[in-house]
C-alpha cells in the first residue's frame, strides 16, 4: 500500500490480485448475493483508490480493508432488507445457501447414499450459518473465512476484543448445537 501511495500503479495491481478472492468470498458469505458480494467487492477497491492517502500505516491494510468490506457489506445488507422482492440471482433449489460454494468434500460420490448425507450436511451447515444472529455470524465469517485474529475483528468491527470473543463462542454454541445430530454421522466417517 505505502508503494501505491506513492503512485506505484502496479503495486495496486498486486494488492487486487492479493486481497480480491478473500474480499469476495467474505462479502459472499456476509451478503448472501453473488452479484451484490461483486458490487461491494468492486466498491471496496474503488474506495481504497478513492481514500489512498487516508491510510494510516499505524494499522494493517487487511484490517482497513476488511473494514472497508464490512461497512459496505452490513449498508448492502440493509438495502436487500427493504426490498421486498426475492433476488433473480439467490440462490435456489438443491444449491443451498452462499457457503455451499465452499464447503466441498474430496471424498469419491460412489456411494450415493454418502453422497447424499453429504448434500444434506451441506445444506444444514449453510442454514446454520445463515440462522446466525448477524453481529455473531459477522465475527463468524471474519474470523473463519477471512482468518482474522480476534484483535483485528474488533477493530473492523468498532467493539471491544472481549465482545468478539464472546459473539463467536456464541456463534460457535449455535453451530454446535444446530448441528449435533450430525456429530454421530462424523464420528462414522473417522
Partial sequence: MLRYQRGDREAFVLLLRRHQAPMFNFARRFVRSQATAEEVTQETFLRVVQRAAEFKHEARFTTWLYT?????SVDATRRQRVRAHASLDAPHGQQGGALLDVVRTDEPRADAS???????????IVAAVDALPEEQREVFLLREVADLPFREIAEITGVPENTVKSR???ALERLRAALADFEEYARALR
Fill in 168 to 170: 463467536m463462542r456464541y
Fill in 68 to 72: 472497508i468490506a464490512r461497512n459496505l
Fill in 114 to 124: 454418502r453422497a447424499a448425507e453429504w448434500s444434506v450436511m451441506r445444506r444444514s
